[in-house]
Protein backbone atom coordinates (compact mmCIF):
# COMPACT_ATOMS: atom_id res chain seq x y z
CA UNK A 1 0.00 0.00 0.00
CA UNK A 2 1.82 3.56 -1.26
CA UNK A 3 3.93 2.13 -3.46
CA UNK A 4 2.15 3.56 -6.10
CA UNK A 5 0.84 0.40 -7.83
CA UNK A 6 -2.24 2.05 -8.88
CA UNK A 7 -0.17 5.28 -10.49
CA UNK A 8 2.10 3.14 -12.58
CA UNK A 9 -0.36 0.54 -13.86
CA UNK A 10 -2.91 3.25 -14.89
CA UNK A 11 -0.08 5.38 -16.52
CA UNK A 12 1.45 2.21 -18.53
CA UNK A 13 -1.83 2.68 -20.46
CA UNK A 14 -2.20 -1.04 -21.19
CA UNK A 15 -4.92 -3.01 -20.36
CA UNK A 16 -5.03 -2.94 -16.48
CA UNK A 17 -7.59 -4.49 -13.95
CA UNK A 18 -6.98 -3.78 -10.13
CA UNK A 19 -8.40 -6.55 -7.56
CA UNK A 20 -8.67 -4.08 -4.79
CA UNK A 21 -11.43 -2.08 -6.71
CA UNK A 22 -13.25 -5.12 -7.09
CA UNK A 23 -13.44 -6.12 -3.59
CA UNK A 24 -15.71 -4.25 -1.53
CA UNK A 25 -13.03 -2.71 1.16
CA UNK A 26 -16.02 -3.11 3.80
CA UNK A 27 -15.84 -6.49 3.59
CA UNK A 28 -13.11 -6.25 6.31
CA UNK A 29 -15.94 -6.03 8.83
CA UNK A 30 -16.44 -9.90 8.28
CA UNK A 31 -13.17 -10.49 8.79
CA UNK A 32 -10.22 -10.79 6.41
CA UNK A 33 -10.37 -14.78 5.71
CA UNK A 34 -13.64 -13.44 4.08
CA UNK A 35 -11.86 -10.78 2.49
CA UNK A 36 -9.26 -12.79 0.95
CA UNK A 37 -11.39 -15.69 -0.49
CA UNK A 38 -13.26 -13.36 -2.49
CA UNK A 39 -10.18 -11.74 -3.75
CA UNK A 40 -8.58 -15.22 -4.67
CA UNK A 41 -11.69 -15.21 -6.93
CA UNK A 42 -11.22 -12.10 -8.30
CA UNK A 43 -7.33 -12.43 -9.18
CA UNK A 44 -8.09 -15.87 -10.35
CA UNK A 45 -11.03 -14.26 -12.86
CA UNK A 46 -8.41 -11.96 -14.37
CA UNK A 47 -5.00 -14.09 -14.34
CA UNK A 48 -7.44 -16.60 -16.16
CA UNK A 49 -7.87 -14.13 -18.83
CA UNK A 50 -6.04 -15.28 -21.90
CA UNK A 51 -5.42 -11.04 -23.11
CA UNK A 52 -2.22 -9.67 -21.77
CA UNK A 53 -2.95 -7.20 -18.57
CA UNK A 54 -1.71 -5.40 -16.06
CA UNK A 55 -2.96 -6.38 -12.41
CA UNK A 56 -2.45 -4.01 -9.84
CA UNK A 57 -3.00 -6.55 -6.66
CA UNK A 58 -3.70 -5.68 -3.36
CA UNK A 59 -0.60 -5.76 -1.04
CA UNK A 60 -2.13 -8.35 1.18
CA UNK A 61 -3.10 -10.67 -1.71
CA UNK A 62 0.13 -12.53 -1.78
CA UNK A 63 -0.37 -13.32 1.75
CA UNK A 64 -3.06 -16.37 0.30
CA UNK A 65 -1.21 -19.20 -1.03
CA UNK A 66 -3.89 -19.53 -3.78
CA UNK A 67 -2.73 -15.92 -5.10
CA UNK A 68 0.58 -17.21 -5.02
CA UNK A 69 -0.09 -20.34 -6.77
CA UNK A 70 -1.95 -18.64 -9.08
CA UNK A 71 1.20 -15.74 -9.86
CA UNK A 72 3.40 -18.45 -10.33
CA UNK A 73 1.32 -19.90 -13.06
CA UNK A 74 -0.33 -17.35 -14.63
CA UNK A 75 2.06 -13.94 -14.57
CA UNK A 76 5.24 -12.03 -14.24
CA UNK A 77 5.18 -10.66 -10.79
CA UNK A 78 6.90 -7.24 -10.18
CA UNK A 79 7.56 -5.94 -7.20
CA UNK A 80 7.30 -2.00 -6.35
CA UNK A 81 9.67 -1.69 -3.47
CA UNK A 82 9.44 1.76 -1.83
CA UNK A 83 10.88 2.95 1.12
CA UNK A 84 8.10 2.36 4.44
CA UNK A 85 8.53 5.94 4.98
CA UNK A 86 7.48 6.85 1.61
CA UNK A 87 4.85 4.66 1.28
CA UNK A 88 3.33 6.19 4.68
CA UNK A 89 3.86 9.56 3.34
CA UNK A 90 1.04 8.45 0.58
CA UNK A 91 -1.13 7.02 2.92
CA UNK A 92 -1.50 8.45 5.86
CA UNK A 93 -4.58 10.22 6.29
CA UNK A 94 -6.57 8.49 3.36
CA UNK A 95 -8.81 6.77 6.06
CA UNK A 96 -7.79 3.45 4.16
CA UNK A 97 -8.49 0.52 7.19
CA UNK A 98 -4.94 -1.01 7.15
CA UNK A 99 -3.23 2.91 7.31
CA UNK A 100 -4.84 3.61 11.12
CA UNK A 101 -1.14 3.93 12.83
CA UNK A 102 2.56 4.42 11.74
CA UNK A 103 3.19 1.33 13.81
CA UNK A 104 1.05 -1.30 12.41
CA UNK A 105 1.76 0.28 8.42
CA UNK A 106 5.86 -0.79 9.27
CA UNK A 107 5.11 -4.48 11.12
CA UNK A 108 2.99 -5.22 8.06
CA UNK A 109 5.10 -4.14 6.12
CA UNK A 110 8.62 -5.77 7.72
CA UNK A 111 6.01 -8.57 7.78
CA UNK A 112 5.22 -8.89 3.94
CA UNK A 113 8.67 -7.56 3.07
CA UNK A 114 9.85 -11.48 2.58
CA UNK A 115 6.81 -12.66 0.87
CA UNK A 116 7.22 -9.97 -1.75
CA UNK A 117 10.50 -10.93 -1.89
CA UNK A 118 9.61 -14.50 -2.51
CA UNK A 119 7.11 -13.86 -5.17
CA UNK A 120 8.65 -11.07 -7.23
CA UNK A 121 10.07 -12.33 -10.91
CA UNK A 122 11.72 -8.54 -10.84
CA UNK A 123 12.05 -5.42 -8.38
CA UNK A 124 10.71 -2.17 -9.69
CA UNK A 125 11.95 0.78 -8.41
CA UNK A 126 9.94 2.63 -10.68
CA UNK A 127 7.10 3.14 -14.24
CA UNK A 128 10.27 2.63 -16.72
CA UNK A 129 11.25 -0.92 -14.58
CA UNK A 130 7.67 -2.14 -14.89
CA UNK A 131 7.41 -1.63 -18.44
CA UNK A 132 10.98 -3.39 -18.97
CA UNK A 133 9.33 -6.29 -16.90
CA UNK A 134 6.44 -6.32 -18.80
CA UNK A 135 8.58 -6.47 -22.04
CA UNK A 136 10.95 -9.44 -21.29
CA UNK A 137 13.61 -6.37 -21.12
CA UNK A 138 16.65 -7.35 -18.30
CA UNK A 139 18.83 -3.72 -18.26
CA UNK A 140 22.10 -4.36 -16.15
CA UNK A 141 25.58 -3.21 -16.03
CA UNK A 142 27.43 -6.62 -16.32
CA UNK A 143 24.68 -8.47 -17.45
CA UNK A 144 26.83 -10.27 -20.03
CA UNK A 145 28.64 -12.00 -17.49
CA UNK A 146 25.20 -13.58 -16.30
CA UNK A 147 23.69 -14.69 -19.89
CA UNK A 148 23.26 -18.07 -19.02
CA UNK A 149 20.70 -17.57 -15.92
CA UNK A 150 19.11 -14.45 -17.72
CA UNK A 151 18.49 -16.33 -21.15
CA UNK A 152 15.07 -17.96 -20.84
CA UNK A 153 14.54 -21.65 -20.49
CA UNK A 154 17.15 -24.75 -20.63
CA UNK A 155 17.67 -25.41 -24.06
CA UNK A 156 20.42 -25.61 -26.65
CA UNK A 157 21.49 -21.86 -27.81
CA UNK A 158 22.78 -20.79 -31.00
CA UNK A 159 25.11 -17.89 -30.49
CA UNK A 160 24.77 -15.58 -33.74
CA UNK A 161 26.87 -12.66 -33.48
CA UNK A 162 28.66 -9.97 -35.70
CA UNK A 163 32.18 -10.86 -36.80
CA UNK A 164 33.32 -8.12 -35.05
CA UNK A 165 31.79 -8.03 -31.50
CA UNK A 166 32.18 -11.66 -32.12
CA UNK A 167 35.99 -10.97 -31.55
CA UNK A 168 35.64 -8.65 -28.45
CA UNK A 169 32.52 -9.69 -26.54
CA UNK A 170 32.19 -13.23 -27.83
CA UNK A 171 34.18 -15.13 -25.34
CA UNK A 172 32.25 -13.60 -22.08
CA UNK A 173 29.15 -14.27 -23.94
CA UNK A 174 30.26 -18.31 -24.46
CA UNK A 175 31.41 -18.42 -21.00
CA UNK A 176 28.56 -17.20 -19.51
CA UNK A 177 26.34 -19.54 -21.67
CA UNK A 178 28.44 -22.41 -21.08
CA UNK A 179 27.44 -25.67 -22.01
CA UNK A 180 24.26 -24.50 -23.21
CA UNK A 181 25.75 -22.67 -26.64
CA UNK A 182 25.45 -26.43 -29.40
CA UNK A 183 26.57 -23.68 -32.10
CA UNK A 184 28.03 -20.54 -33.03
CA UNK A 185 27.59 -18.51 -36.01
CA UNK A 186 29.14 -15.36 -37.30
CA UNK A 187 27.75 -12.66 -39.75
CA UNK A 188 29.42 -9.93 -41.42
CA UNK A 189 29.28 -6.80 -39.42
CA UNK A 190 27.40 -4.01 -40.88
CA UNK A 191 23.97 -4.35 -43.42
CA UNK A 192 25.54 -7.06 -45.46
CA UNK A 193 24.07 -9.10 -42.31
CA UNK A 194 20.70 -7.86 -43.33
CA UNK A 195 20.74 -9.92 -46.97
CA UNK A 196 19.14 -13.17 -47.96
CA UNK A 197 22.11 -14.77 -48.79
CA UNK A 198 23.24 -14.37 -45.17
CA UNK A 199 20.33 -15.70 -44.01
CA UNK A 200 20.38 -18.54 -46.16
CA UNK A 201 23.81 -19.50 -45.02
CA UNK A 202 22.67 -19.41 -41.26
CA UNK A 203 19.47 -21.37 -41.87
CA UNK A 204 21.71 -24.18 -43.76
CA UNK A 205 24.10 -24.02 -40.92
CA UNK A 206 21.73 -23.95 -38.09
CA UNK A 207 21.03 -27.43 -36.14
CA UNK A 208 18.70 -26.40 -33.44
CA UNK A 209 15.47 -27.93 -33.12
CA UNK A 210 11.88 -25.83 -32.18
CA UNK A 211 12.82 -26.04 -28.18
CA UNK A 212 16.49 -24.68 -29.15
CA UNK A 213 16.90 -20.59 -28.65
CA UNK A 214 18.97 -18.21 -30.59
CA UNK A 215 21.17 -15.33 -28.85
CA UNK A 216 21.55 -12.48 -30.91
CA UNK A 217 24.87 -10.44 -29.63
CA UNK A 218 25.76 -7.55 -31.82
CA UNK A 219 24.11 -3.96 -33.12
CA UNK A 220 21.32 -3.41 -34.77
CA UNK A 221 22.08 -5.37 -38.38
CA UNK A 222 22.58 -8.36 -36.00
CA UNK A 223 19.94 -8.39 -34.24
CA UNK A 224 17.47 -7.50 -36.95
CA UNK A 225 19.14 -10.91 -39.32
CA UNK A 226 19.53 -13.11 -36.37
CA UNK A 227 15.50 -11.82 -35.20
CA UNK A 228 14.30 -12.67 -38.80
CA UNK A 229 16.52 -16.11 -39.32
CA UNK A 230 14.37 -17.23 -35.83
CA UNK A 231 11.05 -16.20 -36.76
CA UNK A 232 11.07 -18.14 -39.97
CA UNK A 233 13.45 -20.94 -39.08
CA UNK A 234 11.32 -24.36 -38.31
CA UNK A 235 8.48 -21.60 -38.49
CA UNK A 236 9.74 -19.75 -35.58
CA UNK A 237 12.22 -20.41 -32.59
CA UNK A 238 12.62 -18.70 -29.66
CA UNK A 239 15.44 -15.78 -29.53
CA UNK A 240 17.08 -13.62 -27.71
CA UNK A 241 18.98 -10.29 -28.32
CA UNK A 242 22.18 -9.13 -26.61
CA UNK A 243 22.13 -5.91 -27.99
CA UNK A 244 25.66 -4.34 -28.25
CA UNK A 245 25.21 -1.17 -29.84
CA UNK A 246 23.77 2.04 -28.66
CA UNK A 247 21.48 1.93 -31.85
CA UNK A 248 20.30 -1.40 -30.89
CA UNK A 249 20.27 -0.81 -27.13
CA UNK A 250 18.20 2.01 -27.20
CA UNK A 251 16.03 0.62 -30.48
CA UNK A 252 16.63 -1.81 -32.54
CA UNK A 253 16.28 -4.70 -30.06
CA UNK A 254 12.92 -3.52 -28.26
CA UNK A 255 9.81 -4.08 -29.91
CA UNK A 256 10.39 -7.70 -32.26
CA UNK A 257 10.38 -6.04 -35.42
CA UNK A 258 13.21 -7.56 -37.60
CA UNK A 259 13.97 -7.64 -40.90
CA UNK A 260 16.38 -7.74 -43.84
CA UNK A 261 16.87 -5.54 -46.82
CA UNK A 262 16.23 -6.07 -50.71
CA UNK A 263 17.82 -4.19 -53.40
CA UNK A 264 15.09 -2.41 -53.32
CA UNK A 265 15.14 -1.22 -50.08
CA UNK A 266 16.15 -1.42 -46.42
CA UNK A 267 13.98 -3.47 -44.13
CA UNK A 268 11.63 -4.67 -46.76
CA UNK A 269 11.20 -8.34 -46.06
CA UNK A 270 10.56 -9.52 -41.88
CA UNK A 271 8.60 -10.50 -39.42
CA UNK A 272 7.35 -9.21 -36.13
CA UNK A 273 8.77 -11.94 -33.60
CA UNK A 274 8.90 -10.33 -30.14
CA UNK A 275 11.80 -12.29 -28.31
CA UNK A 276 11.68 -14.56 -25.22
CA UNK A 277 13.73 -12.34 -23.74
CA UNK A 278 16.22 -9.34 -23.89
CA UNK A 279 20.06 -8.66 -22.32
CA UNK A 280 21.06 -5.41 -22.72
CA UNK A 281 23.94 -4.46 -20.35
CA UNK A 282 25.33 -1.00 -20.99
CA UNK A 283 29.08 -1.56 -20.49
CA UNK A 284 29.22 -3.24 -23.88
CA UNK A 285 29.39 -0.14 -25.09
CA UNK A 286 32.32 1.24 -23.47
CA UNK A 287 34.29 -0.67 -26.98
CA UNK A 288 31.68 0.99 -28.84
CA UNK A 289 33.62 3.46 -31.42
CA UNK A 290 32.07 7.09 -31.05
CA UNK A 291 30.86 7.61 -34.62
CA UNK A 292 28.59 4.41 -33.74
CA UNK A 293 27.75 5.99 -30.30
CA UNK A 294 26.65 9.39 -32.44
CA UNK A 295 24.23 7.10 -34.33
CA UNK A 296 22.37 5.85 -31.37
CA UNK A 297 22.37 8.72 -30.09
CA UNK A 298 20.20 10.55 -32.72
CA UNK A 299 17.21 7.73 -31.65
CA UNK A 300 18.27 8.94 -28.04
CA UNK A 301 17.30 12.45 -28.75
CA UNK A 302 14.25 11.40 -30.40
CA UNK A 303 13.19 9.41 -27.42
CA UNK A 304 13.69 11.78 -24.98
CA UNK A 305 11.49 14.20 -27.50
CA UNK A 306 8.64 11.83 -27.98
CA UNK A 307 8.88 11.58 -24.01
CA UNK A 308 9.72 14.91 -23.29
CA UNK A 309 12.54 14.03 -21.14
CA UNK A 310 16.02 14.98 -21.58
CA UNK A 311 17.27 11.43 -22.19
CA UNK A 312 20.37 12.59 -23.60
CA UNK A 313 21.90 14.25 -20.22
CA UNK A 314 21.89 11.14 -18.35
CA UNK A 315 24.58 8.62 -17.66
CA UNK A 316 24.82 5.48 -20.10
CA UNK A 317 23.18 3.40 -17.87
CA UNK A 318 20.12 5.51 -16.88
CA UNK A 319 19.92 6.47 -20.19
CA UNK A 320 19.77 3.18 -21.91
CA UNK A 321 17.42 1.89 -19.11
CA UNK A 322 14.77 5.12 -19.99
CA UNK A 323 15.01 5.01 -23.68
CA UNK A 324 14.70 1.07 -23.94
CA UNK A 325 11.34 1.25 -21.65
CA UNK A 326 10.30 4.49 -23.34
CA UNK A 327 10.42 2.67 -26.61
CA UNK A 328 9.06 -0.87 -24.98
CA UNK A 329 6.43 1.36 -23.78
CA UNK A 330 5.02 2.14 -26.83
CA UNK A 331 5.55 -1.14 -28.46
CA UNK A 332 3.59 -2.83 -26.10
CA UNK A 333 0.53 -0.75 -26.30
CA UNK A 334 1.07 -1.11 -29.80
CA UNK A 335 2.56 -4.38 -31.03
CA UNK A 336 1.98 -5.04 -35.06
CA UNK A 337 2.15 -0.73 -35.52
CA UNK A 338 -1.17 -0.28 -36.23
CA UNK A 339 -1.87 3.25 -34.84
CA UNK A 340 0.03 4.81 -32.56
CA UNK A 341 3.72 3.26 -33.09
CA UNK A 342 4.23 5.13 -36.07
CA UNK A 343 5.23 8.13 -33.57
CA UNK A 344 8.82 6.91 -33.16
CA UNK A 345 9.16 7.48 -36.80
CA UNK A 346 10.02 11.02 -35.54
CA UNK A 347 12.13 12.83 -38.13
CA UNK A 348 12.41 9.40 -40.34
CA UNK A 349 10.38 10.79 -42.91
CA UNK A 350 13.05 13.54 -43.93
CA UNK A 351 15.84 11.17 -42.88
CA UNK A 352 15.00 8.01 -44.95
CA UNK A 353 14.50 10.61 -48.06
CA UNK A 354 18.15 12.36 -47.65
CA UNK A 355 19.35 8.55 -47.06
CA UNK A 356 17.83 7.20 -50.39
CA UNK A 357 18.97 10.47 -52.10
CA UNK A 358 22.30 9.78 -51.19
CA UNK A 359 22.08 5.92 -52.56
CA UNK A 360 22.82 4.71 -49.01
CA UNK A 361 26.22 6.00 -48.88
CA UNK A 362 27.72 8.67 -47.57
CA UNK A 363 24.79 9.89 -45.06
CA UNK A 364 24.54 7.84 -42.10
CA UNK A 365 20.93 7.02 -40.56
CA UNK A 366 22.23 8.61 -36.99
CA UNK A 367 22.87 11.59 -38.91
CA UNK A 368 19.64 11.52 -41.33
CA UNK A 369 17.64 11.57 -38.70
CA UNK A 370 19.27 14.34 -36.94
CA UNK A 371 18.73 16.36 -39.96
CA UNK A 372 15.25 15.12 -39.80
CA UNK A 373 14.25 15.64 -36.07
CA UNK A 374 15.43 19.68 -37.12
CA UNK A 375 12.76 19.50 -39.58
CA UNK A 376 9.95 18.13 -37.78
CA UNK A 377 11.29 20.54 -34.74
CA UNK A 378 10.66 23.26 -37.20
CA UNK A 379 7.50 22.44 -38.53
CA UNK A 380 5.87 21.50 -34.87
CA UNK A 381 7.13 25.23 -34.23
CA UNK A 382 9.48 24.05 -31.21
CA UNK A 383 13.18 25.13 -30.91
CA UNK A 384 15.72 23.55 -32.42
CA UNK A 385 18.71 24.02 -30.17
CA UNK A 386 18.79 20.14 -28.40
CA UNK A 387 19.25 19.42 -31.65
CA UNK A 388 21.88 21.07 -33.18
CA UNK A 389 23.68 21.13 -29.57
CA UNK A 390 23.73 16.78 -28.92
CA UNK A 391 24.14 15.74 -32.49
CA UNK A 392 25.74 18.81 -34.26
CA UNK A 393 24.33 17.58 -37.86
CA UNK A 394 25.79 18.55 -41.03
CA UNK A 395 23.58 19.64 -43.86
CA UNK A 396 23.77 16.93 -46.47
CA UNK A 397 25.26 16.89 -49.44
CA UNK A 398 22.61 15.58 -52.01
CA UNK A 399 20.64 15.87 -55.00
CA UNK A 400 17.56 18.30 -53.60
CA UNK A 401 14.96 16.54 -56.37
CA UNK A 402 16.08 13.29 -55.60
CA UNK A 403 15.17 13.51 -51.60
CA UNK A 404 12.18 14.53 -53.15
CA UNK A 405 11.58 12.34 -55.19
CA UNK A 406 11.81 9.81 -52.29
CA UNK A 407 9.84 11.51 -50.24
CA UNK A 408 7.21 11.38 -52.58
CA UNK A 409 7.88 7.86 -52.61
CA UNK A 410 7.06 7.17 -49.20
CA UNK A 411 3.76 8.90 -49.82
CA UNK A 412 2.66 6.57 -52.56
CA UNK A 413 3.25 4.26 -49.79
CA UNK A 414 0.69 5.82 -47.27
CA UNK A 415 -2.58 6.29 -49.49
CA UNK A 416 -1.45 9.27 -51.36
CA UNK A 417 -0.72 11.88 -48.93
CA UNK A 418 2.52 12.59 -46.83
CA UNK A 419 2.41 12.08 -43.01
CA UNK A 420 4.23 13.18 -40.81
CA UNK A 421 4.96 12.88 -36.67
CA UNK A 422 5.27 16.05 -35.39
CA UNK A 423 5.15 17.19 -31.49
CA UNK A 424 1.57 18.67 -30.82
CA UNK A 425 0.83 20.55 -27.15
CA UNK A 426 -0.68 17.06 -25.86
CA UNK A 427 2.70 15.25 -27.05
CA UNK A 428 3.19 13.51 -30.32
CA UNK A 429 0.81 13.56 -33.59
CA UNK A 430 1.36 10.62 -36.37
CA UNK A 431 -0.41 10.99 -39.61
CA UNK A 432 -0.25 14.86 -39.64
CA UNK A 433 -0.67 15.88 -43.37
CA UNK A 434 0.82 19.58 -44.16
CA UNK A 435 0.94 21.58 -46.98
CA UNK A 436 3.76 19.93 -49.59
CA UNK A 437 5.44 23.84 -50.08
CA UNK A 438 5.80 23.76 -46.25
CA UNK A 439 7.61 20.19 -46.36
CA UNK A 440 9.66 21.05 -49.16
CA UNK A 441 11.00 23.91 -48.05
CA UNK A 442 12.16 22.10 -44.69
CA UNK A 443 13.44 19.32 -47.01
CA UNK A 444 15.73 21.77 -48.54
CA UNK A 445 17.07 23.10 -45.38
CA UNK A 446 18.57 19.91 -44.41
CA UNK A 447 20.63 19.96 -48.26
CA UNK A 448 24.03 21.70 -48.22
N1 LIG B 1 14.13 -3.57 -35.71
C1 LIG B 1 14.03 -2.30 -35.38
O1 LIG B 1 13.02 -1.88 -34.80
C2 LIG B 1 15.15 -1.38 -35.73
C3 LIG B 1 15.18 -0.10 -35.17
C4 LIG B 1 16.28 0.72 -35.44
C5 LIG B 1 17.30 0.26 -36.27
N2 LIG B 1 17.23 -0.97 -36.81
C6 LIG B 1 18.30 -1.47 -37.68
O2 LIG B 1 19.52 -1.47 -36.96
C7 LIG B 1 20.58 -1.38 -37.90
C8 LIG B 1 21.62 -0.43 -37.38
O3 LIG B 1 22.12 -0.91 -36.15
P1 LIG B 1 23.57 -0.49 -35.61
O4 LIG B 1 23.73 0.96 -35.76
O5 LIG B 1 23.74 -1.12 -34.29
O6 LIG B 1 24.52 -1.15 -36.71
P2 LIG B 1 25.49 -2.43 -36.68
O7 LIG B 1 24.80 -3.62 -36.19
O8 LIG B 1 26.06 -2.49 -38.05
O9 LIG B 1 26.62 -2.01 -35.66
C9 LIG B 1 27.42 -0.90 -35.98
C10 LIG B 1 28.91 -1.27 -35.91
O10 LIG B 1 29.31 -1.29 -34.54
C11 LIG B 1 29.97 -2.50 -34.24
N3 LIG B 1 29.67 -2.78 -32.85
C12 LIG B 1 28.47 -3.09 -32.32
N4 LIG B 1 28.56 -3.18 -30.99
C13 LIG B 1 29.86 -2.95 -30.67
C14 LIG B 1 30.55 -2.90 -29.44
N5 LIG B 1 29.95 -3.08 -28.27
N6 LIG B 1 31.88 -2.64 -29.49
C15 LIG B 1 32.49 -2.40 -30.66
N7 LIG B 1 31.88 -2.43 -31.86
C16 LIG B 1 30.56 -2.69 -31.85
C17 LIG B 1 29.45 -3.50 -35.24
O11 LIG B 1 30.37 -4.51 -35.46
C18 LIG B 1 29.25 -2.63 -36.48
O12 LIG B 1 30.47 -2.52 -37.17
C19 LIG B 1 19.97 -0.93 -39.21
O13 LIG B 1 20.00 -1.99 -40.13
C20 LIG B 1 18.54 -0.58 -38.86
O14 LIG B 1 17.64 -0.83 -39.91
C21 LIG B 1 16.18 -1.80 -36.54
ZN1 LIG C 1 15.99 5.30 -36.76
Not at 169 to 198: C, F, I, N, W, Y
Not at 291 to 310: F, I, N, S
Not at 330 to 359: K, Q, S, Y
Request: glycine residues 10%; hydrophobic residues 45%; aromatic residues 4%.
Amino acid sequence: MGAGKTTIARSLGLPNAETDANVPIDLFGDGEAAFRAREVEVVRAILERTEPVVVDLGGGAVTTPEVRALLEEHATVVWLDVDVDVAWQRVEGTGRPLAQSYDDFKRLYEERRPVYAEVADVVARDASDVVLAAAGIHVERGALQRLGELVPGHGAVALVSDARVAGIHGMDAQLALGSRVAETHELPPGEEAKTLATLDRLWQDLRLDRSGTIVALGGGCTTDAAGFGAAAYLRGITWVPVPTSLVAQVDAAIGGKTAIDLPQGKNLVGAFHWPAGTVIDPALLETLPEPQRLEGMAEVVKTGLLADEPFWELPDDELVRRCAACKAEICLRDPLERGERAILNLGHTFAHALEAAAGYEGVTHGRAVALGLLAALRLSGRDTRVVEEVLRPRPARVDRERAWQAMQRDKKVRDGELRLVLLGANGPEHGVALPEADVRRELDRLIA
